[in-house]
């Protein structure tokens, strides 16, 4: 599913977190490349094609990285921290960080992507999306990368979606609240927020995003060490078809190290891709 545009997972039911997850792919408008991973045939057979370049920024110690900086798949994934869609992903990907990244497999990595921006007719869709896309770096530079991941878990579990009662997501007064719980000193957090001192590492992220094509969130890109196995083409094709998903929503980069996922999937669909990629 995606947006246009102290450890805890949301308990939300699993069946809510996949049904949720296939409409939201299937409604929200997402990048898709010229060049599809997958066309479905009027048999319904599945014929995998070369995608395009990704050409995102690498991977390096200045990210956000949960798991093994060195990990052969890396998850990187493009987010809103005001958005439903990425609050019901972050659970799935986080077991998926925490399965794998116990043998140093898999790390996620996550970049802020906030849809606060004014579309053609001056609507915004997140407004305070930036503003707390910030406080979560002030969290790291304060308390440094445990801290962040720890505020950001916090984050989502407090904040309401964006509907006609609360329209503006998350009360902003709550951001010293998160940063106190995830033991962040509350006034070095407030000193970096006011100051604004974070925006430019924001925008760094949110213009890699665009630079790549995302324009809804949750949107991941899987960093590979090595070329996808050809297996990987089925197996695409199948999850494309069992979740009647645009054939946009997965593809790989033309030389098989980047395969680009838009939405919110389910976790066992993850998984399948996960193990997919680590020759399972």
Not at 122 to 145: M, R, T
Not at 149 to 173: A, C, H, K, M
């Amino acid at each position: 599913m995606s947006e246009k545009s102290e450890r805890g997972s949301i308990s939300t039911p699993a069946a809510i977190i996949v049904a949720a997850a296939i409409i939201a792919v299937a409604i929200i408008i997402a990048f898709r490349p010229a060049t599809k991973t997958v066309v479905v045939n009027k048999d319904s057979s599945t014929n995998p094609t070369q995608g395009l370049a990704i050409n995102m920024r690498p991977v390096t110690n200045a990210d956000h990285i949960f798991g093994n900086p060195a990990a052969s798949v890396k998850i990187v994934e493009y987010s809103d921290p005001s958005c439903p869609f990425c609050r019901i992903f972050s659970p799935n990907i986080e077991k998926i960080a925490d399965t794998y990244g116990a043998s140093g497999q898999v790390a996620w990595v996550y970049r802020s992507f906030p849809l606060d921006k004014p579309d053609a007719n001056g609507n915004i869709l997140h407004k305070n999306a930036g503003h707390e896309s910030q406080a979560l770096e002030c969290a790291s530079k304060v308390g440094g990368n445990d801290k962040y991941w720890i505020f950001l878990r916090r984050l989502y579990e407090v904040t309401p979606s964006v509907t006609g009662d609360t329209p503006n997501g998350l009360d902003q007064t709550q951001l010293p609240v998160i940063a106190k719980f995830a033991g962040v000193d509350v006034k070095t957090f407030n000193d970096c927020l006011d100051s604004g001192s974070m925006k430019s590492k924001v925008e760094a992220d949110y213009t890699d995003g665009i630079n790549i094509g995302v324009n809804g969130t949750p949107f991941s890109i899987f960093v590979l060490s090595k070329p996808a196995p050809d297996t990987l083409d089925q197996v695409l094709s199948n999850i494309i078809i069992q979740l009647h998903l645009p054939s946009g929503s997965l593809y790989l980069s033309d030389d098989r190290t980047k395969l680009a996922m838009s939405g919110a999937m389910p976790y066992e669909t993850m998984k399948t891709i996960v193990d997919a990629l680590l020759g399972k």
